[in-house]
């Protein structure tokens, strides 16, 4: 198959051994503290932003109740965020996880961030698919529309994101040349941007000189402005918590750019906008702002927290690795173009690709809210949920899950190849549901899910095509090597 074809659209059938129900399981009640009014809330904000970290918090709290499902307060809160919950139960094995995307018992209604929800005029005044819950009409309208537009997209993803990452290894090339290293973050978003606005808006932006230029910086102060309150920022305290914990930023500091944006995308992706509003029976503003959040917070948002942790990957692995990496893509691809087709054959390829992504997931907190009374299973308790609670689960404790991934801790190349590999992806959640399933309109999994893992396996295997080594960190490029 040419360059052109799509990737699998089908599941992967469990292989592993069905976890016991939760009528199996003895049935505790949910531990864990709330607090005082307002000032347990407050605490638990100082100490998952500032003095422990997340990371920290969640440990300490999971050693303490002894269990990976307990009763906490999730930020943001207090003092100004007044109409927000920050009351959630916790969820960190990689079982309770699970539950997360069964839509049978929980739903998505305006849950993205938690509780938090940003203004909808950062969407102009619509609530976008991802705040839609799988039971509103209108979710699978937009879901449909948005798997339509990524298949009508395939036979120009790869050429555009092949050309747009040479542009980008070239500007790398130079500067390391220059200055025996590159930061590589700005060229990065730059590519992602045009490459990224041609497959999912069909808009070039050269066609608009001022976003062409200035569009990944439009969606990086997007992005900012609508995820600060969220975000753990461990420098400058406590000026962090003082301003950019405290409150939500209104909507007025981007609405110029996302004017702008706006425009763009009316003009420049006509066809796909028309393909919205016929096809689909969706608005014109309807489709313009699910375009624009499609393209902004899930496609160039995602990538551009995906793909340098896992340059960061590569480059800090050893020689072997490194070795075995570009030995299976010279003996699979040699010089051939790359298409999706062929970096399906990269094993070690792809294997590497899930690692990063359990490992360093670009979505860390996911949540859902229950939809009904259920009882919550771990490997080993049931806990009763009550309807309307709200769920928070982290999914870097999921992934490291002992009970499913030998040496959870561990970076191990290979873990998904051979006859491990459909054990595994059963529980690889990185997408918003599990590597083994499909993104449909009656689940809440990325629309973009197999796109994204092709996509990042091209990265490597063009890498790999360009060097024969290379040394780099989340955000800079150290060394390379070019290919003999």
């Known amino acids: 198959m040419s360059s052109s074809s799509s990737p699998s659209q089908t599941s992967t059938t469990p292989t592993t051994k069905p976890p016991p129900s939760s009528t199996s399981l003895p049935v505790r009640a949910i531990p864990g503290t709330y607090g005082l009014p307002l ?9 998952y932003y500032w003095f422990q970290g997340p990371e920290t918090f969640l440990k300490k709290k999971m050693e303490s109740y002894k269990t990976t499902v307990f009763r906490t307060n999730i930020p943001p809160s207090f003092p100004f965020f007044l109409n927000v919950n ?73 050429s555009e994101f092949l050309s747009n990452m040479n542009d980008m290894w070239g500007k790398i090339e130079k500067d390391v040349a220059v200055n025996g290293s590159a930061s590589y973050l700005v060229p990065l978003q730059q590519s992602l941007f045009k ?8 808009a070039d932006p050269s066609t608009s000189p001022e976003v062409a230029e200035n569009g990944h910086i439009m969606l990086d102060k ?49 066809e796909t906008v028309q393909l919205g ?19 902004g917070f899930n496609a160039f948002g995602g990538f551009s927290v995906f793909l340098p942790s896992l340059i960061d990957s590569l480059g800090s692995s050893n020689n072997e690795i490194q070795e075995k990496l570009r030995k299976e893509v010279r003996q699979v691809v040699g010089s051939s173009p790359l ?9 070690l390829v792809q294997s590497f690709v899930y690692e990063t992504l359990r490992l360093k997931p670009p979505v860390r907190a996911q949540f859902a809210r229950a939809r009904k009374d259920f009882v919550l299973s771990t490997h080993d308790s049931g806990f ?27 970076f191990i190349p290979d873990r998904f190849t051979g006859d491990k590999k459909k054990e595994l ?34 990265l490597v295997a063009d890498i790999f095509q360009r060097y024969d080594s290379i040394k780099a960190t989340s955000s800079a490029i150290t060394a390379i090597e070019k290919a003999k």
């Not at 909507?251 to 420049?268: C, I, M, R």
């Not at 990185?430 to 893992?453: L, M």
Request: charged share 20%; with cysteine; proline share 5%.
């Open 39 to 47: 000032i347990g809330a407050l605490s638990d904000r100082f100490k």
């Open 86 to 158: 920050p009351k959630m139960i916790a969820v960190l094995d990689c079982k309770a996880f699970s539950t997360l995307f069964d839509m049978d018992v929980v739903e998505k209604k305006n849950v993205l961030i938690g509780d938090f929800m940003p203004s909808t005029s950062f969407t102009g005044n619509i609530r976008v698919g991802v705040y839609l819950d799988t039971t509103e009409p209108q979710h699978a309208q937009v879901k449909s529309f948005c798997l339509d537009i990524l298949k009508r997209s395939s036979n120009v993803w790869t």
């Open 195 to 202: 490459f990224l606005a041609k497959c999912i808006v069909g």
């Open 222 to 270: 997007w992005l900012a402005l609508q995820l600060i309150p969220t975000q753990s920022i461990p420098v400058l305290q406590p000026l962090v918590e003082i301003f950019l914990h405290s409150f939500a930023y209104p909507f007025a500091l981007v609405s110029g750019d996302y004017g702008k944006l706006y425009e763009f995308v009316k003009k420049q992706g006509h």
């Open 277 to 295: 509003i016929t096809e689909y029976g969706l608005s014109q503003d309807e489709v313009i702002h699910n375009l624009i959040f499609v393209l």
């Open 339 to 347: 298409s999706f087709e062929l970096v399906k054959k990269l094993d």
């Open 384 to 410: 009763e949920v009550k309807k309307g609670e709200l769920l928070f689960g982290y999914q870097p404790f999921a992934m490291r899950d002992p009970k499913v991934f030998d040496e959870p801790e561990t």
């Open 425 to 458: 992806l059963n529980y690889l959640y990185w997408s918003n549901g599990p590597q083994s399933d499909s993104p449909t309109i009656s689940n809440k999994q990325c629309a973009a899910k197999d796109y994204v893992v092709l996509t990042a396996c091209m």
